[in-house]
DNA sequence: CATGAATGAGTATTCATTCAT
DNA sequence: CATGAATGAATACTCATTCAT
């Protein structure tokens, strides 16, 4: 019961990481769930811990919201990454596109991280973002090279697409799959029947 | 019946309908930059009113800005019913959508309105919504028929998409006509060479 | 049909006169009703007058009320002189003081005009409350000089009782009657029965 | 069990107990002297706290002013239980009656707390109501059952008796002894000599 | 003179952020 | 380090009063 005892003599570094790690969880469901509109005292409440403890992890609002986005999207580029490695780049890169929406398309936050260009614009998030910017380059220009899509796209289009696909499929106004097809057809290769002015 | 008739000789709310006028010219713009969390009180000091003045007008912040959704959607309606009575409702089509994204890619108000969806409807942003659906309605119907759209997309498909096409317009990191081209190029029927399974 | 009509050709003062009288009308069925709170718009709107009509009769809502304030203290002090000058002045002084409550319980304007004691004593209220208290002290003096009264009531005291009956009636929690009745007997000599210390 | 026990040695909200009782301190002032009237933020200031604190505490006007009241009523129910437990119920009751008057003549909150029927009708108005009632009602009983009171008054009659003095006494128009004693004695048992039609 | 549009100070309430415990 | 109480700027909306028409 002294300060022998190990799991709780050392509640120092350890609460402290499991206070970030919760109140980042939460944080991100809360967010996704109800906008960025929720007052931070509702994430503290959920989270189990004092306002206090929020703000000395992220120092704003801002920030944690920041940290959540820069999660995000080191996780999608890692993905992006891998797919570029695998072999079937081509495919691959259509399948990640509507994995990412699918995905997306319940999470405020994740649409909120690719939407906010500028706002955002911190050393970490700058990081994140080309972290995700590269990987979903290397799987663009592979499945480019695979002649799968149009050649004159280039990674921030696609980046644009899909913010705009999932801002459709949050609409929740029209069939998810559908509306990602027309997008995705729309970024293969022209074919002579499909020449504008024809 | 000259201009000796009081009851029809009062130019009455002359500066009242100029201010009514200038609210919501201001609130439509000051909405357009900087998004529906400006307060009203901001508007009316632009406007070079007071706030009661603003609040005469219109009840509610949300009255106000349904006011200038209504105008708006009123607008597009007109615009696509009178292209879709043309005799190029097939290219009618695509230039109305690609002119849509144009005007309103400045224009936060336009997107939140047709984003919003539920959320605004009182009888007079449902009639307009109305207005504006019958008219996309009828100019996509010929366009199906003329054969230059997939049979299988609803009018509510078009307006999701839309909304996407200005919610990425907005974002500014990619040439609207190119994204713009990219999702018309989506809605024309599909050919053998663009089957997903291609 | 020119300044001859008897009837339309001199609107000026007979218009006047009759706003002035409907404005106050109005205002107080809707004091009554409704209490201090309403707006003075309301006010205008059911009488069928802009509020600058208002204003121009009375140059505060304050003024408003103290004009009719006024009006009621003056009928209520005419109709206590007529009693105190009837034959029956000791069974009339408790039958006003019964009918006063009764009138009043459901009048709040009047009721406020008594309460309000200070708040209002410009000249017109002054002077009207004095005709009140004038024929009030006549009724109470015939009543006391029958026997009918305590004698050491004074008319500021037989005021503040009624204010306090109107106050109870109003409460609505117990029978008006009752309640006026206990108040008429406390009024009454003080029998040795009755004697507190008994 | 000592003072190291760090879930009941910690000495808490030692200046948030201190703050709402300001808080509820000076409300109830301030609302004695100028009515519901005063502005949050005028209370908060004069608490020497910022508003948030108030609305920490009481999160809304009314529940604050709900708060003053509940208090009030209860100690009023427990003084009059106290009484009715006594030897002395029957001059008890008018000695009550009397204190109550005196104490709240010059507060109008508790005058309004009771005068407010239901407006505050919430769990915990109506349980504290119910406690002063109840109290009220044993004194009441004893009274009658030692023949120095009418037998024909209910509990609410005596209520509405109590706010109606205490309407009377905070005009400060007359002797607050004379009227209260005017009322005590209007509430005793009929003697023949007072009898109404006498 | 009547009208009602314009004005703007005033009010309740929320929420990001700081700081005493 | 954690807690949550305190802070106060900010915001939507109301209403008495003024003034152009």
């Known amino acids: 019961m002294t300060s022998a005892d190990p799991t709780t003599s ?15 969880e939460v944080a991100q469901e809360v967010f996704a769930e109800e906008g960025l509109a929720v007052p931070i005292d509702e994430i503290a409440r959920r989270a189990g811990v004092g306002v206090g403890t929020v703000y000395r992890h992220f120092p704003t609002k801002d920030a944690l919201f ?15 990454r891998e797919l570029a490695e695998g072999p079937e780049a ?3 890169f259509f399948a990640f596109f509507e994995q990412m929406v699918q995905n997306a398309s319940l999470n405020r936050a994740l649409f909120d991280a690719l939407a906010a260009n500028g706002s955002f614009n911190r050393e970490l998030t700058a990081e994140a973002s080309n972290v995700m910017m ?29 913010v705009g696909c999932l801002a459709m499929a949050r609409q929740g106004t029209a069939d998810p799959r559908l509306i ?19």
């Open 90 to 92: 081509g495919t691959g």
């Open 134 to 162: 590269t990987g979903l380059g290397q799987l663009l220009a592979k499945a480019q090279e695979a002649g799968r899509v149009r050649s004159d796209l280039t990674v921030t289009d696609v980046k644009t697409l899909m």
């Open 66 to 80: 920041e940290a959540i986005i820069v999660e995000r999207l080191r996780a999608v580029g890692e993905a992006a």
């Open 10 to 24: 050392r509640p120092l570094r350890a609460d402290a990481r499991r206070n970030r790690a919760r109140v980042l």
């Open 180 to 198: 990602v097809g027309v997008v995705c057809d729309g970024m293969r290769p022209v074919s002579p029947s499909r020449t504008p002015g024809a």
